[in-house]
């Protein structure tokens, strides 16, 4: 195997970055470190580096021998119970994990940093659509914004450069992840069959019929490594997202049509008060068709599925300058939403 190619994935067991490695490791051109809390509980090539980025000593340990990489890609993320209280522990992190290791990559040639569409202030409300890259900085302050200062400042020292991806709902498969839509969906759509429930959308009213998009995590896999490789890329932010747009109104009913559920306009509801409760429910689904045993709260953050069932206002970003530069795929975002599902069926996570 060559070593040109030496990626350093941190937050290697998220969805982001589950999806990374896993595409990575197809490509024999790369060498690959997993950096995460815990060892992956999957088949991987790559190896493991257990690091807490909230301590700097534990990092500057961790990170000692990693001399020879040459990518870093950055998917790691903090969960708080709030936005704001992100900030702190997030812009933490990453410098803590920046500055150790460009102080011995001495064969850097890249940082991938993860971002998102939160950017441009999408979380707070309406928002100039469609997002693109040139936008301005919203004026509330986000751990964004403290990376990426972190990351130009560490930048002035070396002969690096840097990309960062722009997706908006990432989806794939991963367990254990507080931003996972797919595994909400799972869930949902299984509690709703085994409670006899109607499949209602239990967001705002807005957030059913407005435009909305989300990114394959292969899709974005895929977009890193083009970024994080093309030096027409460098130095630059990228919108990457599926490529299309979508209203839930109008996906839904092929949600209902997979769990076998009969499919429902807008209930809007607390789903922590709505569903929490019925962990006693899910370990018996689990029992009666021989699932993988995952804890009810570990799969499904009811928190996460709040919000983002919440955004009554357009999310839309322009994908025209990936597209000029070279990236060309697309999926379809209905077709994904099947597939992704599908695959935690196929892994026993859901019946």
């Known amino acids: 195997m060559s070593n040109s190619k030496t990626a350093l994935i941190i937050g290697a067991t998220g969805v982001s970055g589950r999806a990374l490695l896993t595409h990575l490791e197809s490509r024999l051109e790369w060498d690959i470190v997993a950096v995460s809390r815990s060892a992956p509980d999957f088949p991987t090539r790559a190896r493991h580096i ?3 980025l909230l301590d700097l000593a534990s990092c500057r340990t961790a990170f000692a021998g990693c001399s020879d990489i040459t990518h870093v890609f950055y998917t790691a993320y903090a969960d708080r119970p709030t936005i ?3 900030r702190s522990p997030n812009a933490i992190m990453f410098r803590n994990a ?4 460009t102080q011995v990559a001495e064969k850097l040639q890249h940082i991938c940093l993860l971002q998102g569409t939160k950017y441009y202030g999408q979380y707070l409300g309406k928002f100039k659509t469609p997002a693109r890259e040139r936008d301005p900085r919203h004026p509330n302050p986000h751990f964004y914004y403290d990376q990426e200062d972190c990351m130009l400042e560490l930048q002035q020292k070396g002969a690096w450069t840097w990309s960062c991806p722009r997706p908006h709902v990432i989806c794939g498969f991963a367990l254990g992840n507080a931003l996972n839509l797919i595994s909400v969906l799972a869930v949902y759509g299984t509690m709703c069959r085994e409670l006899k429930r109607p499949f209602t959308f239990p967001g705002k009213a807005g957030a059913f019929t407005s435009i909305y998009q989300a990114t394959d995590a292969g899709l974005l896999a895929r977009a890193m490594e083009w970024m994080a490789t093309n030096p027409s890329c460098a130095n630059q932010a990228f919108n990457i997202t599926n490529g299309d747009f979508f209203r839930y109104e109008n996906i839904w009913p092929a949600l ?4 076998e559920v009969e499919p429902a306009g807008v209930e809007t509801v607390d789903l922590r008060q709505v ?3 019925h962990e006693s429910v899910w370990n018996r689904i689990v029992e009666r068709h021989d699932l993988m045993k995952n ?4 799969l499904a953050d009811w928190n996460f599925a709040n919000y983002a069932f919440s955004n009554d206002w357009d999310v839309m970003s322009d994908t025209t300058k990936s597209r ?3 990236f060309l795929e697309f999926i379809d975002s209905e077709e994904m939403f099947l597939e992704q599902i599908k695959k935690f069926r196929d892994a026993k996570v859901i019946p």
Do not use: H, K, W
């Open 256 to 259: 209902a049509s997979y769990f």
């Open 275 to 277: 569903m929490e409760p």
């Open 84 to 86: 704001n209280e992100t």
């Open 50 to 52: 257990q690091a807490d």
């Open 98 to 101: 920046l500055a150790s290791i």
């Open 295 to 298: 804890s009810y709260g570990r």
């Open 324 to 326: 000029r530069l070279g």
